[in-house]
């Protein structure tokens, strides 16, 4: 049945191409995308592979894999020193056992052995959580008094969130941890590492309960135990989108709003060392604001990459990411139609014109079904290593709100074209029909070199979700009305998010049929319509139609 549902599809698909040369100069477009590949000053840089790390706490199993497409799936390990929230010392690195404080590093080479031994590779340790033992000697209160911790802050959503206790005792553990791991995997295993300091540490008091200078000097302690032993030991830190606004009141009584930016200075004007700076980024699809790529850009990203003291050595980078319907105590709801596919192409354009250079995500494939964003990854990875040109976009959609762009690139050293376009509306997330495209490249080969060009899909066509909800329409319709959805949650969430008892259990019953379906989908190979430009180049032109929340692969070739 699966390979049924797969064929229809693909008939379905190609049906809505339209990119016949004898069509492509009679058919009206609206939207006219366009990139000067004869040009080398329009060339703005390589696109690289900002997309492979997965995030992973220390509840997560390593057979958890990502969607990686073949590639060997790297892991940033989140609170691999204990301090968990459950209270479980026995998963500290460092603990007190009723006279003396001991060290216990094989918890954390048990972790680092355990992702090793499944198949990934290490990306980067995470030093956030300190262990239990640092809050010994602490005072806590019930009301603030300025000077002592509250209570209700001893434990907080993940865990231990409260400076270590002793700082020179943090300093030497640190100090013996790097050589623990310098002793058991080789001081240059260990460098092929990253170190970061803290998780979105702004987020009180979830993640840290002292004041914005508590962890300033935290962060220097921590990273001055780490290069004494590691001097060229990459590190950094993780804040919260530089907009971000404060409300937690703390001890002293003051509530503090984003530490990007005023780390960026106090960095700058101490002399301490940077790597990289990282927020996080959890869009809400309902949100149309958080939507807009130059909004976003210029309120969460630009106040710190553009800050006048900011490292020109160190690189911006996303280290928390999904898009989402809702944020919860410890999660989320995430979006699974093809507004995340549409979605994430667009980011990427933003990820490249930026040069931020990586976005660690979560969850991006279970058991064969790809998440919508996932999809998108796929069809960038074979672009890596291209060369990323500027592109211009002219013309009004027909469809108030959509905005139509790409990211169009040049195979080094070759006349191969790769483009991915995408089409997204943050003000209206009802699909809608098509809108027709006109893609003109122009490329330094005269008119007598002849092209072909196939084009890739990625819509609510092969989006697993979509296409379940396709087949069974009363999946979105509320059960007030007779359907099978709970109205409070999102209908761009999964299925497995809203569906009452009915809903389950047919969904249950028939997901296998759309999943390892919902891959790119592509046309045949056609011949390229070559307009005149002059002995040297010539002009390559495209018309197509872009699906609503959708993404187009066009890969250009010579023919020989």
Known sequence: MKHKVFIFLLLSVISGFTHCE???????????????????????????????????????????????????????????????????????????????????FDKVTNRIDNWINNGWDIFQIVLD?????????????????????????????????????????????????????????????????????????????????????????????TVSALHSVLPTARVGAHFREASFKGRYVDYTGNTEDAYAPHFIAWAKANNVP?????????????????????????????????????????????????????????????????HGSAFFAMLAKLMLNKNIKEIFQWGTGRNGDYAAEALTQYALLPMVGNDLYNNTVSGLPSIE??????????????????????????????????????????????????????????????????????????????????????NSIHPTASSVKGLNPEGMKVYLSNKHKYQESNMIIWSDWQTAKILSEDDKTSTIQIVSEMGSFAVQKIEIRTIP
């Open 22 to 104: 004898g069509r492509q100069s009679s058919e009206p477009t609206a939207i006219t995308l366009q990139a000067d590949f004869s040009d080398e000053n329009n060339r703005i840089g390589t696109i690289y592979n900002f997309f492979d790390v997965a995030v992973r706490t220390d509840k997560a199993s390593p057979n958890s894999k990502p969607a990686d497409f073949g590639q060997k799936p790297q892991v940033n390990t989140v609170r691999m020193l204990g301090g968990w929230a459950s209270k479980d010392i026995n998963g500290d690195a460092y603990k007190w056992d009723g006279q003396n404080f001991v060290y216990d």
């Open 129 to 221: 959580n300190p262990p239990w033992a640092f809050q010994r000697g602490l005072t806590f209160v019930e009301k603030p008094n300025g000077s002592d911790y509250l209570l209700k802050d001893a434990n907080s959503v993940y865990g231990n969130g409260l400076p270590p206790n002793d700082s020179k005792a943090w300093h030497k553990f640190i100090v013996d941890l790097s050589k623990h791991l310098v002793k058991k995997y080789g001081k240059e295993k260990v460098l092929t590492w990253r170190f970061r300091v803290g998780s979105e540490i702004d987020t009180r008091p979830q993640h840290w309960v002292g004041t914005r200078q508590q962890f300033f000097d935290h962060y220097q302690n």
């Open 274 to 338: 940077y790597d990289f700076v990282a927020i996080s980024y959890y869009p809400h699809i309902h949100k149309s604001k958080e939507l807009d790529m130059q909004h976003v850009y210029k309120h969460d990203f630009a106040p710190i990459q553009q800050h006048p003291d900011w490292n020109t050595n160190a690189s911006l980078e996303i280290h928390e990411f999904k898009l989402i319907s809702e944020m919860q105590r410890a999660g989320f709801v995430s979006v699974s139609t093809s």
């Open 401 to 486: 709100g959509n905005r139509i762009d790409g990211i169009f690139s040049k195979r080094p050293n070759s006349s191969a074209f790769d483009l991915l376009l995408f089409n997204f509306n943050r003000h209206n997330l009802a699909h809608a029909s098509p809108e027709k495209t006109r893609i003109a490249v122009k490329v330094p080969q005269p008119k007598a070199t002849r092209y072909e060009f196939r084009i890739g899909i990625i819509d609510k066509r092969n989006n697993a979700e979509e296409m379940f909800i396709a087949a069974y329409p009363r999946a979105r319709i509320s059960t007030a009305n007779g359907g099978w959805w709970d």
